[in-house]
């Protein structure tokens, strides 16, 4: 049964950036598809960055792109968000979530989530 968890959360100021990381075990993450999502307080989950199983495809929010981007390391069994010039309204818990069916990458089909991590973005 795959278990995923974050990590790498933390309380950064405006333009600094964070790393986040999505541990897999149980299973081999190669066989998901893998996608971060965040809740910021009072709103409803939004989806930020997706891999496919192949690192082929990736997607963005537009909020997010060009400043947010998403890997995968399969000898560590991992997937990691590179955050940089983080914005205030980027503060939020942060999942990753995974997706078995889909060769390409959404932010629908999730089967499996982690707990998350929170990011908070303050001067």
């Known amino acids: 049964q795959l278990q995923l968890v974050e990590s790498g959360g933390g309380l950064v100021r405006p333009g600094e950036s964070l790393r986040l990381s999505c541990a897999a075990s149980g299973t081999n993450l190669g066989n998901y598809a893998i996608a971060w999502f965040r809740q910021a307080p009072g709103e409803g989950r939004e989806g930020v960055a997706c891999?496919?199983?192949?690192?082929?495809?990736?997607n963005y929010a537009d909020s997010v792109k060009g400043r947010f981007t998403i890997s995968r390391d399969t000898a560590k069994n991992a997937v990691y968000l590179q955050m940089s010039g983080l914005k205030p309204e980027d503060t939020a818990v942060y999942y990753c979530?995974?997706?078995?069916?889909?060769?390409?990458?959404?932010?629908?089909?999730?089967?499996?989530w982690g707990k998350g991590t929170l990011v908070t973005v303050s001067s």
């Open positions: 891999v496919s199983r192949s690192a082929v495809y990736s």
């Open positions: 979530a995974a997706d078995p069916l889909t060769t390409s990458c959404s932010f629908e089909g999730m089967t499996h």
